[in-house]
């Protein structure tokens, strides 16, 4: 990553001087406008960044500042899981960007401050519920938009199958010879999670699951260790959930309960974006590629604000990782 030394060697100026345009002290300083623009042109050839407010207007084209508005669940621990990949994925972008994060709660977008454009210049929005796509839809704003694992017809997307995923794993289920599965799921109005619910039911549908049950809980490790006397009633004897911390609720409940992992019963998750530190990678997982989501969304967010053509849908494959909790067969 360039730094100020890299900046001054490139503008061949003083670090000094370099300091003082960038900190938006050029003119106080008295320092010519055609050496700062040299000081400015050279940030933007290596990717230094420069707060927006210290760049003039005519220079300000190369920095955009971007947001990912993120919804508020009962955990904010799949902050953490964001925060890194957009770091990550700000090292390889071509041009330089501001990017933070700010959070709302579901069904409170149109409260958000930051759709009014005075702060940002591209959104990434991810937890949407229905009514907030309809306020979103209905919103009249020039800021590029770009929903992450939500849709609707008036903005690009990117998006995991979320639906055939976990079809896929009702499928992986029956042919492992289990004939009373159950999904555990906390009762959430989000698109990811209505996909997978509909999945689920189109997988034992068609594969003509003999006791198929749904339960709902509460998005948390203690909702997944009270759902388990639910499993335990219905006879599952194989349960996916749609949140790696339920996911870990109902094995730590099991286990309590002298009820053999996988032997007795298999369980799948979501991959751990809502993990926390000291979790382990315990639980087969369907893994959601985040990284790879965030940085398409962002070339996505930097090609609009540029007015280049995008593709409207991104669609990202889940990948099954198998752990102890349904081990690979050969």
Do not use: W
């Not at 500042?65 to 972008?93: K, P």
């Not at 699951?209 to 499993?231: I, K």
């Not at 530190?277 to 962002?298: K, R």
Request: glycine share 6%; aromatic share 8%; with cysteine.
């Amino acid at each position: 990553m360039s730094s100020i030394k890299d900046v001054a060697k490139l503008a061949n100026v003083s670090l000094s001087t370099v300091s003082f345009v960038i900190n938006g002290k050029g003119d106080e300083f008295r320092i010519s406008k055609a050496t700062q623009q040299r000081v400015f042109d050279a940030a933007n050839a290596l990717g230094y960044k420069v707060s927006k407010k210290n760049v003039p207007a005519q220079n300000q084209s190369f920095l955009m500042r971007i947001v990912m508005l993120v919804a508020i669940r009962s955990s904010l621990s799949h902050y953490g899981s964001f925060f890194a990949s957009l770091q990550n994925a700000q090292y390889d972008l071509d041009c330089p960007v501001e990017i933070s994060m700010q959070a709302y709660f579901p069904g409170k977008l149109s409260e958000c401050n930051t759709l009014k454009g005075e702060f940002c210049d591209g959104l990434i929005i991810s937890g949407m519920n229905q009514a907030d796509i309809s306020f979103l839809e209905q919103l009249d704003t020039e800021i590029p938009i770009i929903l992450f694992n939500c849709e609707s017809d008036e903005f690009p997307q990117v998006i995991c199958d979320d639906s055939q995923s976990s079809a896929s794993i009702v499928n992986l289920f029956v042919s492992r010879g289990h004939s009373n599965v159950s999904m555990v799921t906390p009762l959430i109005d989000a698109g990811g999670f209505n996909r997978h619910l509909l999945g689920f039911a189109n997988g034992c549908a068609s594969n003509n699951v003999e006791t198929a049950s749904v339960f709902f809980c509460e998005y948390s490790r203690e909702g997944g260790q009270r759902s388990v006397d639910q499993l335990i009633r219905c006879g599952a004897t194989a349960v996916y959930t749609t949140s790696y911390q339920i996911a870990l609720g109902i094995l730590q409940e099991l286990q309590s309960r002298k009820i053999e992992v996988p032997q007795e019963m298999e369980i799948i998750s979501i991959n751990p974006i809502d993990s926390l530190p000291g979790d382990g990678d315990l639980i087969t997982t369907l893994d959601i590629p985040v990284n790879e989501m965030i940085s398409t969304a962002l070339l996505m967010l930097i090609d609009l604000k540029n007015k280049k053509q995008i593709e409207r849908r991104k669609l990202f494959p889940m990948n099954l990782i198998y752990r102890s909790t349904c081990p690979k067969r050969d």
